[in-house]
């Protein structure tokens, strides 16, 4: 590693640490006082796989309430040389929150105090255990929202930083990577860093900020950031609208995108994911691939980029395009969308369910998605597909037995042949979920030696692989 | 370095080069015959200081062509050890582009072809030596531009990378930061590195592009890179507000951003500044506080947003409301502003001129820009101010004579009390010219420990320090 030329092939970070050992729960029980928990049924919350990796415990739980209190479990982590794994509200969909190595598990759900609402500056600053539901509700009083929703209205604004989160609002409003303004983060050798000042732009020396925003906990344990704010649009307008197939639909919303519509979301949803949100929202939606929108804006802006829309989407064989009559059908649309994965979990009971993501160039995605669907009917997989089209982004939701080895292997299969699809049309592993432990065994495909430099980097910064180990390398 | 400690106050940079030796000169001449220039005037016109350190020649230029004769200098340069220093247009203002331990400026100005325009995809991949105005021009018949606007439009994109440059449109578009999808590098092992694919958005990793944009060729050098282009308005509408004072102004842009107007600018002038651009564009201003705005939007989203937005300045007392009355109207503002250098360069000919950046939150602007009024007329000094107000970010055009040393040394205590102030209101050294040499004193004042980390990660990668030492730490 001193001569700056790593071996690619090898991962050469330290894997063989200790189980915390007797020594390590006294020292833990001494600095955190009944916040310290070896039970099985928290170790096992604790631990969290909807990968085909099973769940791996952690060995202990803690509940740190202080960014000194997180600094003094990476002083100890040093001192017993075990590994510490952050935790959020476990939402992470590629083993981020699983302990391999074992070690001890920061749940940082009681760092959950909203710190300041700057309305001026259009910023606030949150402890990392704050939900996204409590962000918006605590906003509610001044007319402005963050606006990145990754779908789980309950995960962690540190959880999102740490994993670069996006979802449906990413077209208008962009990801965690757009908007986290700087973090606070615990570095291993103790530091407490603050990743940038508050100012809205600044070119001093490295982004630190966007260098820790999608770290996964490897580099430093983020325990508070500042996030961007935005102005409720006086008027948002949701609409609905059917195509005979999944290209259409991809070329109406590019057209739409392209004009610089005020679209704020653009979604789709495969004929098979139609019909599972049909069964549980009661939509009645006819079952084919269907755009849900947003629009946000002025009154007029809205009305004005919903004709507009209108005759592009009809230009595409678009029909039945029709906008939220109220408030409460918006929402209804919404709430139906965010529950997809319910949809399908409910539409097949008592089978897993394990949501992939990719993403490719915007030209791509009809065809990404096409051959997606060619392939799950071909290999008689069930999958609908759902995507945040205006990213380029989808989501296959596969439902599969993962007690049955033959199933799991099919899917990792699937998975295996979806990667190398989106690679090839110079699209991405993981548009949004992140690396984890799902998706490793890609990074070297989609990055090459890059995938060096960010060992270098881990290395450097975490020369004892303290930082949840056993991720992203 | 090993232990993940360094020592904050000592470099631990090697900074023992040697001078380029024939050798190495005839390396250079072996693999790009003809493109190697050891001429006094093409090295001292690479030698570039625009701050208080004076230019310091290179031993040698070259004009590499292609990534893989960036990567073979790069395996000369470790071989002599010797230093690389990537150079754009040398429009960069904190002596980025100086050479204070010698060796090879490598000049990306040959390396200047589009490589690609995908409308579909709204991005584009060129060349790190494409200057701002050749993209532009060349995406003319597409619709498209590209927004980021530093002023200088012959600076080139590689170089606007490098150091996350921004300018009059960030409040809309952003910087290179939000702007940039993907560079290919080559870095201090000789490794081209791609630091992502063409998808919108990537969970995949650390974000290498984001590690690149702006880490000023001290980590790897750009050789192309992909950029997003957006939809040129359909209407773009220029306004000037005249106000009583600096606050009032503030007040105004902050309510009009807040309240969503489609701001693409908001520039303001101080009175000095407003009396220097009438001398050279004959505008004919009052000459008090200004601000100079553009709306982008549809025709009726402008007209509605610009009465919008007098309302709100008119609260604030902002009189001479003018929309430009015509497309010829709003380039000669925009030109004004873009002048705004030359504009005091020619107020007082034959003084030098220095341009200094420092942002801050928003709703310190107004202080910040009164207190440093205040701080200049209070130490005799010549410094109209200009600021991209949208971002907090605003720059002091100061007028002195550089073989003075006593001017020398009041405009360097000037510009301590300018940054110290800044990072009281919480702000940064440098909303968007870097740090290069000019403020590198002011880094560990910035962000503490986060330095550290950023020596780490500089020594992890290029541990020889040959890539453009002398430069952030």
Redesign the interface.
């Known amino acids: 590693?001193?001569?700056?030329?790593p071996d690619p092939s090898s991962d050469q970070l330290p894997t063989e640490m200790k189980r915390c050992p007797p020594d390590c729960l006294a020292a833990l029980e001494q600095i955190m006082t009944g916040r310290v928990n070896t039970g099985t049924a928290v170790r096992s919350h604790h631990a969290n796989s909807l990968t085909s990796v099973a769940p791996q415990w952690p060995d202990v739980v803690v509940w740190p309430e202080t960014t000194l209190e997180v600094a003094a479990l990476v002083g100890i982590a040093q001192q017993f040389q075990v590994p510490l794994i952050a935790y959020g509200a476990g939402t992470s969909l590629e083993g981020h929150v699983n302990a391999p190595l074992g070690g001890i598990s920061v749940d940082l759900t009681h760092m959950n105090k909203i710190l300041a609402v700057?309305?001026?500056?259009?910023?606030c600053t949150v402890e990392a255990g704050v939900t996204l539901q409590q962000l918006n509700a605590e906003l509610k009083s001044t007319g402005l929202f963050f606006p990145v929703d990754p779908g789980a209205e309950y995960a962690t604004l540190g959880g999102m930083a740490a994993?670069?989160?996006?979802g449906t609002t990413?077209v208008r409003y962009?990801?965690m990577?757009?908007n986290v303004i700087s973090v606070t983060a615990v570095?291993?050798?103790g530091?407490?860093?603050?990743?940038?000042?508050?100012?809205?732009?600044?070119?001093?020396?490295?982004?630190?900020t966007?260098?820790l925003?999608?770290?996964e906990g490897t580099?430093g344990i983020i325990t508070d950031l500042t996030l961007k704010l935005?102005?409720v649009?006086?008027t948002v307008l949701g609409a609905i609208a059917a195509f005979d197939d999944v290209g259409a639909a991809c070329r109406a919303a590019?057209a739409g995108?392209?004009?610089?519509l005020n679209l704020a979301r653009v979604e789709l949803l495969d004929a098979a994911q139609v019909r599972c949100v049909n069964a549980r929202a009661r939509l009645g939606l006819e079952e084919v691939p269907t755009l849900f929108l947003e629009f946000h804006?002025?009154s007029?802006?809205c009305l004005?980029d919903f004709d507009s829309f209108k005759s592009m989407a009809m230009d595409e064989g678009g029909r039945d395009l029709r906008a939220a009559a109220d408030e409460a059908g918006r929402r209804h649309i919404w709430k139906a969308r965010h529950d997809a994965f319910w949809a399908v979990k409910t539409s097949w009971p008592g089978k897993d369910v394990l949501v992939t993501d990719v993403?490719?160039?915007?030209?791509h995605l009809a065809e990404a998605v096409a051959q997606t669907a060619q392939d799950i009917e071909a290999h008689g997989l069930t999958a609908p597909i759902v995507g945040h089209i205006g990213?380029?982004?989808f989501h296959a939701i596969v439902v599969f037995d993962r007690s049955n080895p033959a199933e799991l292997s099919k899917v990792e299969q699937f998975l295996d042949r979806l990667v190398a699809r989106?690679?090839a049309h110079?699209?991405?592993?993981?548009?949004?979920?992140?690396?984890g432990q799902g998706?490793m065994r890609?990074?070297t495909d989609?990055?090459?030696?890059?995938?060096?430099?960010?060992r270098?980097?881990k290395?450097?910064?975490?020369?004892?692989n303290i930082l949840n180990p056993g991720k992203?390398f």
Chains 1, 2 share one sequence.
């Not at 700057?118 to 910023?123: G, K, Q, S, Y």
């Not at 994993?163 to 996006?166: F, G, N, P, Q």
């Not at 290395?459 to 004892?464: F, G, L, N």
Request: a negative charge.
């Open positions: 590693m001193a001569d700056g030329t700057r309305p001026d500056d259009m910023d994993t670069r989160a996006s990413t962009g990801s990577r757009d570095m291993p050798t530091d407490i860093v603050r990743s940038a000042r508050r100012a809205r732009k600044s070119a001093a020396g490295y982004d630190l966007r260098l925003v999608g770290s580099l935005y102005g649009p006086e590019i995108i392209q004009s610089g804006g002025s007029a802006s004005s993403a490719v160039p915007l030209s990213d380029g982004n989106a690679l110079d699209g991405t592993a993981t548009g949004e979920h992140g690396i998706k890609y990074l989609e990055l090459g030696p890059g995938v060096n430099v960010m270098q980097i290395r450097a910064i975490d020369p004892s992203i």
